[in-house]
């Protein structure tokens, strides 16, 4: 096949309909195990084990020569990573594309930095496999994906942000805020691909009135969305209601996530990827 979609974990897909793909996992460890977030990991497990465990847990993005073997069969890639302000993967994909060109420059690798998690990068994968489907050019799907990534925002409610700060991946103040009785964190990817907090909501109806509410403030009207949750479907399929109340015709998907977002949203957590076009 001409073209293939690379993308990080952190998209939530195994497989992807009538276009090349492939998913390049993270890793999530304890002192104890190790975690690979591809199509073995048994994540009911690996969320059990984690609420079970004491000590200290990561993550690791994909390495340069994991990137490289997922570059290797196909003439055109498009790679798709999770938010260069939060993750190496970004830069170690950058690194095996110059590596790949060097051995290969007839190979076209173009690698976005979605600025996003979860139900965000998918909608980038999502609109890369639509045009590809269209038969359009390599450089036209660079020029209308790096539009679209304009046209898309991520915003989630979060019932405990303790593997962020564990992580140093936002500060400790921000950390204590969440983590009590009840009280959700509503948070967006910022401009620049960093989790900003913008409140928080006691229970689940009122984080889920906050996200709509926020969607609409940032420009939803009516396009498409996917949500991603862990271990909430109930609070996803009312957020999915919620929507479609008021916008009847709009294509929501609603699905468990995988191994990283799970690992970072924690039980409990949702995410919404949408577009503002
Ligand atoms: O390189 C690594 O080890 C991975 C680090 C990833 C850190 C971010 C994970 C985000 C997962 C959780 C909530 C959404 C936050 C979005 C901010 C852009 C999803």
Redesign the pocket.
């Known amino acids: 096949m001409k073209y293939k979609i690379v993308a990080d974990s952190?998209c939530d897909f195994l497989t992807l309909k009538d276009v090349n793909f492939e998913a390049v996992p993270?890793?999530i460890s304890t002192n104890d195990k190790n975690y690979v977030d591809d199509a073995k990991l048994n994540l009911s497990e690996m969320l059990k084990e984690l609420k079970e465990y004491k000590g200290r847990s990561?993550?690791?993005?994909p390495n340069i020569q994991e990137w490289l073997n997922a570059y290797d069969e196909a003439d055109n890639i498009f790679v798709v990573t999770?938010?260069s302000?939060?993750?190496?993967?970004y830069s170690a994909a950058i690194a095996a594309k110059k590596m790949m060109e060097s051995t290969h420059p007839n190979k076209k690798i173009h690698v976005f930095d979605t600025?996003?998690?979860?139900p965000?990068v998918a909608l980038i994968v999502e609109k890369l496999q639509e045009l590809i489907l269209n038969n359009e050019t390599f450089d036209e799907i660079c020029e209308k994906v790096t539009q679209y990534q304009k046209d898309t925002q991520?915003i989630?409610a979060?019932k405990s942000?303790h593997n962020?700060v564990q992580?140093g991946?936002v500060n400790k103040v921000v950390g204590l805020a969440v983590g009590t009785l009840n009280i959700r964190m509503i948070?967006?990817?910022?401009e620049e691909?960093?989790?900003?907090i913008i409140g928080k909501q006691k229970g689940e109806k009122k984080s889920i009135e906050a996200l709509f509410k926020e969607m609409e403030k940032r420009g939803y009207k009516g396009g498409k969305v996917n949500i991603g949750h862990c271990e909430n479907e109930q609070g996803a399929a009312t957020l999915k209601d919620l929507i479609l109340s008021k916008y009847k015709n709009a294509n929501i998907s609603l699905y468990h996530?995988r191994g990283?977002?799970c690992?970072?949203?924690e039980p409990g957590?949702m995410?919404m990827g949408f577009e503002t076009l």
Do not use: H, P, Q, V
């Open positions: 952190s993270l890793k990561y993550t690791a993005c999770i938010t302000a939060l993750s190496g993967s600025l996003s998690a979860g965000g991520l989630f979060l942000i962020f992580n991946r948070g967006a990817a910022s691909g960093t989790l900003e996530m990283l977002c690992y970072y949203a957590g995410l």
